[in-house]
């Protein structure tokens, strides 16, 4: 339905809309206007970091499930562990799958561990193999970030697996 007229204005055909119909062309343009900058800077605003950073699940519902560990480049022992709970300030779990080389070594033969969570949003837990040797003791410093677990400290019996800056991550298997 046209209710304009239409006018040659130079090589152009232009509708000229009657002045009541601009009117309500005018008033619709700047209710949207405000609609569109309403929304663009109110609740729909897509989260940015720092809007979530102080609301993040608690880490003991955040780091329930299963992790692995392993070297950034991909060398090394590989780890597979399993947090079954966890509290504010303890967790409980199990070995899922340890590697080494060509060498694995079954999860019967590692005892459940039990570690601390800390308020700053780190863990620390040490896994004992069922002979209890300390060499074959493994102690493990994570922190959690936004989407992993930064290995801070992994030591396999006495030997440090951070040493030369070799860097760790937990990981949540694919």
């Known amino acids: 339905m046209n209710t304009g007229v239409d006018t040659q204005v130079g090589p152009r055909r232009v509708l000229r809309l009657p002045a009541v119909h ?9 209710v949207l206007t405000m609609v569109a900058s309403v929304s663009c800077t109110g609740r729909n605003q897509l989260p940015q970091e720092d809007d979530t950073a102080g609301d993040p699940l608690p880490l003991a519902q955040w780091i329930v499930g299963q992790w692995q560990i392993t070297a950034e480049n991909g060398t090394g022992p590989q780890l597979t562990i399993s947090i079954d709970s966890a509290t504010a300030t303890t967790l409980d779990g199990h070995v899922m799958r340890f590697m080494s080389g060509n060498m694995g070594v079954g999860p019967r033969e590692f ?3 039990t570690g ?12 004992e193999m069922v002979d209890a040797q300390p060499s074959t003791r493994i102690q493990l410093e994570l922190h959690r970030t936004t989407t992993d677990l930064e290995v801070r400290s992994f030591c396999l019996g006495t030997q440090d697996m951070t040493a030369n800056d070799r860097v760790w991550i937990a990981r949540r298997p694919s």
Do not use: G, K, Y
């Not at 601009?22 to 700047?30: G, N, P, Q, T």
């Not at 601390?116 to 896994?127: C, F, G, Q, V, Y």
């Open 111 to 113: 005892q459940p561990f």
């Open 22 to 30: 601009r009117s309500a062309l005018v008033h619709l343009w700047v």
């Open 116 to 127: 601390n969570a800390r308020p700053d949003e780190s863990i620390e837990l040490t896994i």
